[in-house]
């Protein structure tokens, strides 16, 4: 997700993290919930996510769910 700088800034202005706080939070179902939910609302980088995991974009999703509940 992180590969593209402008995906990475759109991320993290709407998140209001820093790349800082994002590296120490990757344990953190929470921030992995909202790495999902940004990819999850923006259908062209959820379908390139899940192709870079070998994923399908329906996994994806489901993960996100999953880690929000």
Known sequence: MLE???RAARYLELT???PDSLRTGLGDPMILA???EFLA???PDLIRA???LAVTPEELVAAKD???S
Do not use: K
């Open 4 to 6: 593209c700088e402008d």
């Open 16 to 18: 209001g993290l820093d």
């Open 50 to 52: 899940a192709e870079a």
């Open 41 to 43: 609302n923006h259908e």
């Open 34 to 36: 909202s790495a999902l």
């Open 66 to 68: 999953a880690l929000q």
